[in-house]
């Protein structure tokens, strides 16, 4: 008999067991705190020892820049929220790479590494031109959050007042040029109207990254389950949000209260004195608050979506690293097992988790860039 290296037989069971979170804002602790992401750390919800303890080895690193940062100023931003990702790759290319396709991801995660999609949370990041979303591209970022906390001059956002009535015409064009170029259109912080403008105009399948259910969280931006079913008709995915106001509705008054009465101060800074601005108030909303939500709240969500567009469409979005109060029981990303044994005690199959814990999500990114 021939002898067969052991590696051929352990990579196709890695590739087997793709594990995706649509969002996490990782990034943010090491661009702003130069977090050594190979270490186990004792704060922040992520680094690569825990999502290796988690299984999830494709995450979607978001590059967030705050709505305060404004036109060429958010694309600097952007620029060393990417640069400080790529100090990661260049400094330990044997655990980490950069995935471009899904293919990549299959690759990556098949070698043992871990897999990382770079995406932007708000367009306000292309400051208006689809030149600058083209060069994002050319760097690698596959995905992006149309707005964020405000409305961008060309969409409306779900936390801010209408203003466009959904997307502009510019808007419009910036979802076709997405579809052209493979980038994934990312609908978690737009107006109901803007989602729906979104579906009308896409020839490609969406995802809410990090998103829940608004009949359980009556939060706007929680979607409905309308807004769910079109979802799964559009053969998207919606990654459920653990946040804590996301999930439970006490959570949940509490966030619209503090989303109400927040007077949006817009700091007058630009380089190095707004980065300190963003860096402070990182530091400051990142505070653990006290909180109702748990690991059965996530649960609950995540069957909600599938009972409404079905067991293909649902995955999970975290927003470790970007929300103060994890879920009891979910406190960080090698949690993640409670989480699939909680699915198996309802009755999920394997399968099905495969299917929510990665599968679903690697589909779209297949599908949206070809490969």
């Known amino acids: 008999m021939r002898f067969i290296p052991l590696v051929f037989i352990i990579l196709p069971l890695y590739a087997q067991n793709v594990g995706i979170d649509s969002h996490i804002d990782t990034a943010q602790r090491v661009l702003i705190d130069h977090a050594d992401l190979t270490q186990r750390s004792t704060v922040g919800h992520v680094d690569i020892p825990r999502l290796r303890e988690g299984g999830v080895n494709a995450p979607f690193f978001a590059l967030w820049v705050p709505t305060y940062y404004k036109g060429s100023e958010a694309v600097r931003r ?3 929220l ?11 290319p044997e655990q980490i790479a950069l995935a471009l396709t899904a293919a990549d991801v299959e690759r990556i995660t098949g070698s043992g590494k871990i897999a990382a999609i770079l995406a932007i949370e708000g367009g306000h990041q292309i400051d208006d031109d689809l030149a600058v979303l083209r060069i994002y591209y050319r760097l690698g970022i596959r995905a992006m959050t149309l707005t964020h906390f405000r409305n961008t001059d ?3 956002s779900s936390t801010d007042k209408p203003a466009h009535n959904g997307l502009t015409d ?3 064009q910036v979802v076709r040029e997405m579809n052209r170029l493979g980038m994934i259109v990312d609908i978690s912080h737009v107006s109901d109207k803007t989602f729906s403008d979104v579906l009308a105009v896409t020839s490609k399948p969406v995802i809410a990254s990090h998103s829940s259910c608004r009949a359980i969280s009556d939060v706007p931006r929680n979607m ?3 807004m769910i079913r079109a979802l799964g008709k559009n053969g998207g995915v919606i990654g459920i949000n653990f946040g804590e106001g996301f999930l439970n509705p006490k959570d949940g008054e509490l966030l619209k209260k503090a989303i109400d009465s927040i007077s949006y101060h817009e700091p007058s800074l630009t380089g190095k004195a707004l980065d300190a601005y963003a860096a402070d108030e990182t530091h400051r ?7 109702f939500a748990t690991l059965d709240d996530a649960v609950a969500h995540i069957d909600h979506a599938v009972k409404l567009a079905g067991i293909d469409h649902v995955g999970i979005g975290s927003d470790f690293d970007g929300i103060s109060s994890p879920p009891k029981g979910l ?3 090698s949690k993640m097992p409670a989480l699939k044994a909680a699915l198996r005690k309802k009755g999920y199959s394997e399968p099905d988790i495969s299917k929510i814990f990665g599968g679903n999500t690697l589909r779209v990114l297949r599908e949206v860039t070809g490969k």
């Open 285 to 291: 909303d990142m505070k653990p608050q006290p909180a």
């Open 154 to 156: 060309w969409a409306d």
């Open 78 to 80: 952007t620029l060393d």
């Open 82 to 92: 990417r640069d400080a990702m790529q100090g990661l790759f260049d400094a330990h």
């Open 224 to 226: 409905t389950d309308d």
């Open 331 to 333: 406190e960080d990303i």
């Open 170 to 172: 510019f808007g419009k």
